[in-house]
């Protein structure tokens, strides 16, 4: 479903003229705004497969800090591979690796843990990792990332349209104060079926994720 379409199934709802473009009108563009806010809302409330990526880079020699090109702040991580040494990669904290990096001797060789280090001049999240890499090794950021604001009428959403929907027509309702019939307490309990619906099948292509097995 694309941004223009979702804008025009929320009027329909509300007994609103369809629009040609999302910034037809004012009305259309408030719209917009709450299509961007039920998106939001439901890219966060689970791991879309929809949003599921790989990022592969390959490190330089004595370079530590690396961009996830395309991530913005919205990423978060699900594995992280040393694809070249064939080994898992472990989380440390900033401090961990300031006293690796500038406290100790740091050592060089087949990185083994990282740590975010903030953001690049794009606003993509940054990496640092450890050891010092000492040639090129191919690293593999197994991760979600949530989406930009839609903004084109040809943009498109990822996770299950028909949430975003209702949760947006429930934002509606709410600022308008009336739709002529549904309440808006119930049209937030619609939302939430749809989006639970959603996220129990999805759920169900990951249950390892789910599924709680003592060791």
Known sequence: MTYLNA???VLRR?????VATVQATN??????DFVNDAKDLVESAWDWSALRTTLAFNTVANT???SLTNSKDKI???NVLNDTSNLKMQYQTNNWFDEQLYLNNPLTGSPRYYTYA???GNGDMTIDVYPKPDAVYALRFDAVIRNSALTSDSDSIAVPENAVVQLAV???SRERGETGGTS???YFTIANRYLGDAIAQDAGRHPEETIFFTP
């Open 7 to 9: 804008v025009n199934s």
């Open 14 to 18: 509300l007994r609103e003229n369809e």
């Open 27 to 32: 009305y259309s563009k408030l719209v917009g």
């Open 64 to 66: 530590v800090n690396y």
């Open 76 to 78: 978060k991580e699900l």
């Open 118 to 120: 903030g953001v690049d």
């Open 170 to 172: 429930a934002l509606a």
């Open 184 to 186: 808006t307490a119930e």
